[in-house]
């Protein structure tokens, strides 16, 4: 009998403790959710899809990468924000799109060259002077050819995979696109930024699949 209720008592703290551990779980995961949707209203991703993942598709992705995020980077009037940008993004999607099928004849290739803008899901991103976290992003998405090769992600507004990311991400701040808490999380200023990017991509996961 006093075994029985050593056990039953020893199960009720356990389930406790596993409620509260869930509660803290649950409540750290909004409160990360809400970073990443603060961050994502001021970010346009771009997201780039090779035709294929033959070796010559890959390096032509980033050829087109390349003409894109340069002509992209022109279209911004000075201060613009991120509403601003993704306007002068859909005024231009030919444009941009005759960019890119320029790079794809320059090399030899009659791949068709495709842009559209649409809320694309990004995984957590690490680059060399910042991080992204896992989530929902507008994003200038450009497809090359059948676009069944592996893609390359990075941001077009603010153009922080141009030059000089500080200056960019110092630029943005002035501008009013990033908040300084902001800019200290996807710069790690903040400090420990990847464990809260890989805590916010599993309450993304969470979501995506009870949702």
């Known amino acids: 009998m006093d075994g029985d209720f050593f ?14 551990a869930v509660a803290f779980a649950m409540l750290a995961g909004m409160w990360l959710d809400g970073e990443q949707g603060a961050l994502a209203e001021n970010v346009i991703r771009l997201h780039v899809i090779a ?25 911004y009037p000075d201060g613009a924000d991120a509403e601003t940008a993704r306007k002068s993004i859909e005024d231009n999607l030919a444009r941009l799109a005759q960019a890119g099928q320029q790079v794809v004849r320059e090399q030899g290739y009659d791949y068709p060259v495709t842009t559209a803008v649409k809320e694309v899901w990004f995984p957590t991103k690490q680059y060399q002077d910042f991080a992204l976290p896992a989530g929902s992003y507008t994003a200038l998405q450009v497809v090359i ?10 941001v077009v507004f603010p153009p922080l995979c141009l030059g000089s990311v500080t200056e960019e991400i110092e630029a943005a701040e002035q501008a009013g696109s990033f908040t300084p808490g902001q800019t200290a999380l996807i710069t790690g200023e903040s400090g420990g930024y990847v464990v809260k990017f890989k805590a916010i991509e599993l ?9």
């Open 145 to 154: 050819g059948e676009g069944s090769g592996q893609n390359w992600w990075c």
């Open 203 to 211: 309450w993304e996961h969470l979501k995506r699949k009870f949702t």
């Open 51 to 75: 035709n294929s993942d033959s070796e010559a598709d890959q390096a032509l992705k980033l050829q087109v990468r390349d003409r894109i995020l340069a002509q992209a980077a022109d279209l």
């Open 7 to 20: 056990m039953s008592n020893r199960l009720r703290r356990w389930e406790a403790a596993l409620m509260i």
